[in-house]
């Protein structure tokens, strides 16, 4: 028997989202992946195969479709996925490990959460240095337009207009919305330097985490945009 062999809904459920990377995969598409890469892009450490076998099995229950896009019964996960997180936000039981810091899955995310509109009218080339990664997973580069938003994992020689250099853990609670900008640019090891006019307007380019504290609702979360005027 693959499945629990329980009546109960909430173990009928299990049977289809319950398997390892199940829900992470409905919440890639929720956050708009489009394609295996994106998916991947989103989820670095799944194997190939392991998400291909999941892709299957969630098309197989009518969860997503052919051309990855999720079906009416896989958004309807979408307040599932968006509890999960309020549950996790406010529990000591899934707090962040060293673990859970992945400098790939965060800079994907970070570019998927850019706000256009907020950016200068020339492209602006950030570069982003993790200082306590090793050389495959230490630097980023994200080429940022009002019309385009690119990650790059190798220098592609395009001048640089803003350095961000920070610790891996600093700079994923700031994304998580444990920590405004001003407070992350006052943590250790942290520096932004470059083009002065574009660090005091750069806080505004990032929407971060899709469940932040403030996003979610949670009671004494602290506004995302909360930036002293002498910040930088």
Known sequence: MSGYGQFCAVARALDVVGERWALLIVRELLLGASSFSDIRHGLPRIPRATLSARLRALRAAGIVDDGYRLTEAGTALAPVVRELARWAVTTDSA??????????????????????????????????????????????????????????????????DVWLTAPTEAATRWWLGHLSWAQLLRQPGVR????????????????????????????????AGAVPGNAV
């Not at 256009?116 to 990664?133: C, G, K, M």
């Open 95 to 160: 707090a962040l490990t060293e673990d859970d810091l992945d400098t790939a899955a965060l800079t994907w995310d970070i570019q998927r959460r850019i706000d256009t509109s907020a950016l200068p009218e020339r492209t602006v080339v950030l570069a982003i240095e993790f200082t306590d990664r090793t050389a495959n997973d230490r630097n980023y580069w994200l080429h940022l337009s009002q019309t385009s938003v690119n990650l790059c994992r190798q220098d592609t020689g395009a001048p640089v």
């Open 192 to 223: 932004v330097h470059g083009d002065r006019s574009l660090q005091r307007q750069m806080h505004r380019w990032f929407q971060r985490y899709v469940f932040t504290p403030e996003a979610l609702g949670v009671a004494g979360s602290e506004p």
